[in-house]
């Protein structure tokens, strides 16, 4: 198998670099950057819980053919404040904070990648009135179960630590004879994974949310997307079975971040959705 750390020019495409764009009022204050002036707004949610959004760039940076992209990065972690609470409530009203103050007049795209695919499901439980449709990847078990939260006590100050993530791919490689060729290869990049009362009082505090069945209720076009590889944790079946609007692409090669592992696919099939439900 060959090794390739992720490199931009062979992927095809540049980051539009920017520097953060501000603030969504109201506490905790919550870091933002903003792609593009387009009225149409998807606002994409990170994984971890407790990362950075910067492992997500530039990926889906691509997203913005149709729509302005938007990043948080989530309480607790990268420039966005701490707060004494990280239950998975308060996730939603933060995502609500931020639609209103960046989309108020329009509904959203909601893209979310392992943790931020469970955020998007269940805001768009919550609050289906503010969603045009979601695109979830990296999907794992849904944890809800409609249970009391017994409130815990995590270690403070939180810290964070540096994690490789790795992914597979394929490399199309045309052949002296012009056939094509398929050749595996391994992507890495680098995140910022904050630890403690982030990562794990989110998680942790999940059991109280609805059980999965309770989705069901949810009738908004759904891209969801997985991939050709075995993934453990991927759960891509079981939403299938829940959502009566989701449509399934697999992404041949990757496996639990398939956006990763072929970010032009990815990016066009995304951009066909949200034109066809904009």
């Known amino acids: 198998m060959r090794v390739i750390l992720i490199a931009l020019m062979f992927l095809g495409f540049i980051p539009q670099v920017r520097c953060q764009d501000g603030f969504v009022k109201g506490f905790p204050r919550l870091a933002y950057w903003k792609l593009g002036d387009k009225p149409q707004v998807i606002i994409v949610l990170h994984g971890g819980p407790a990362v950075q959004h910067e ?3 530039p990926e889906f940076d691509l997203l913005n053919k149709h729509c302005s992209v938007i990043y948080y990065d989530q309480r607790g972690c990268g420039r966005s404040q701490q707060d004494t609470t990280y239950i998975w409530e308060e996730h939603v009203k933060d995502l609500k904070r931020v639609i209103k103050t960046l989309s108020a007049k329009n ?3 909601l893209a979310g990648s392992s943790w931020g695919s469970t955020l998007a499901m269940i805001y768009a439980y919550k609050h289906p009135e503010d969603v045009k449709g979601i695109i979830l990847s990296g999907t794992y078990h849904w944890e809800g179960m409609n249970q009391v939260y017994h409130k815990k006590t995590y270690r403070q100050p939180v810290r964070s630590h540096k ?10 490689r045309q052949n002296v004879d012009q056939s094509i060729s398929e050749e595996p290869l391994s992507i890495f990049k680098e995140i910022e994974m904050y630890t403690d009362a982030p990562a794990f009082e989110t998680r942790d505090s999940f059991v109280s949310a609805p059980t999965i069945d309770s989705l069901r209720r949810v009738n908004l076009p759904i891209l969801l997307f997985n991939g050709s590889r075995t993934c453990q944790i991927d759960c891509a079946d079981e ?3 829940v959502f009566s609007k989701a449509e399934l692409y ?5 496996c639990h971040d398939p956006w990763m592992s072929d970010p032009e696919l990815f990016a066009a099939t995304c951009n066909r959705f949200i034109l066809k439900h904009k």
């Open 107 to 109: 509904k959203v795209f």
């Open 163 to 172: 994690q490789i993530v790795r992914e597979s791919g394929i490399l199309l």
């Open 250 to 254: 697999t992404i041949k090669g990757a």
């Open 239 to 241: 939403y299938m079975n």
């Open 55 to 57: 492992y997500l760039r």
